[in-house]
T-cell receptor, first 113, second 113 residues
Framework: QQQVKQSPQSLIVQKGGISIINCAYE??????FPWYQQFPGKGPALLIAIRPDVSEKKEGRFTISFNKSAKQFSLHIMDSQPGDSATYFCAASIDQAGTALIFGKGTTLSVSS | EPEVTQTPSHQVTQMGQEVILRCVPI?????FYWYRQILGQKVEFLVSFYNNEISEKSEIFDDQFSVERPDGSNFTLKIRSTKLEDSAMYFCASTSTGFNEQFFGPGTRLTVL
């Protein structure tokens, strides 16, 4: 019940294209869904997050779509750039400080120029 | 911009030795976490810490592990007798209060020989 399933494992997108990464969770108590971006040798950096009171959140080229009934959420990267090439992790938790983030297995995104 | 810092960046140790990984969380944050990431795998929660007590811990965080806030700025993870399978990146994270926005440090790569 604590799993977060993420797909695809890897993704290759042309520069300017749309990258889409999907996640599904099981625990209905989860109410905080962040996405982290990780470059090789670096720590995960908080990219964008959503809470279930909204179905979509947009920050610049990054959008999270959230479907509470399906227990799914996804990250869309519009106008993908080579600098977006990184590993992206979705996560889920109860939105209370001190609780564990449960991470997906990650998606390695390569944006070709 | 305030950030989480970790030292050392790379630690090499012999199996059976004790190691201490150090973290300086963001200064006004009150909740602290340790996660690990085995090479190529997902980020896994180890422990959270608040008000000088463990708030939550995972199955991974067994008696070989301990955490401490020895002073007003540092947060440490001790592994008493390292095993080969402890080789991983260890990330420290911190949160202020209320919501679960966790900010990660750059990590310490632990190599157990």
């Amino acid at each position: 019940q604590q799993q977060v399933k993420q797909s695809p494992q890897s993704l290759i997108v042309q520069k300017g294209g749309i990258s889409i990464i999907n996640c599904a969770y099981e625990n209905t108590a989860f109410d905080y869904f962040p996405w982290y971006q990780q470059f090789p040798g670096k720590g995960p950096a908080l990219l964008i997050a959503i809470r279930p009171d909204v179905s979509e959140k947009k920050e610049g080229r990054f959008t999270i779509s959230f479907n509470k009934s399906a227990k799914q959420f996804s990250l869309h990267i519009m106008d993908s750039q080579p600098g977006d090439s990184a590993t992206y992790f979705c996560a889920a938790s109860i939105d209370q400080a001190g609780t564990a983030l449960i991470f997906g297995k990650g998606t390695t995104l390569s944006v070709s120029s | 911009e305030p950030e989480v810092t970790q030292t050392p960046s790379h630690q090499v140790t012999q199996m059976g030795q004790e190691v201490i990984l150090r973290c300086v969380p963001i200064s006004n944050h009150l909740y602290f976490y340790w996660y690990r990431q085995i090479l190529g795998q997902k980020v896994e929660f180890l422990v959270s810490f608040y008000n000088n007590e463990i708030s939550e811990k995972s199955e991974i965080f067994d008696d070989q592990f301990s955490v401490e806030r020895p002073d007003g700025s540092n947060f440490t993870l001790k592994i008493r007798s390292t095993k080969l399978e402890d080789s991983a990146m260890y990330f420290c994270a911190s949160t202020s209060t209320g919501f679960n926005e966790q900010f990660f440090g750059p990590g310490t790569r632990l190599t157990v020989l």
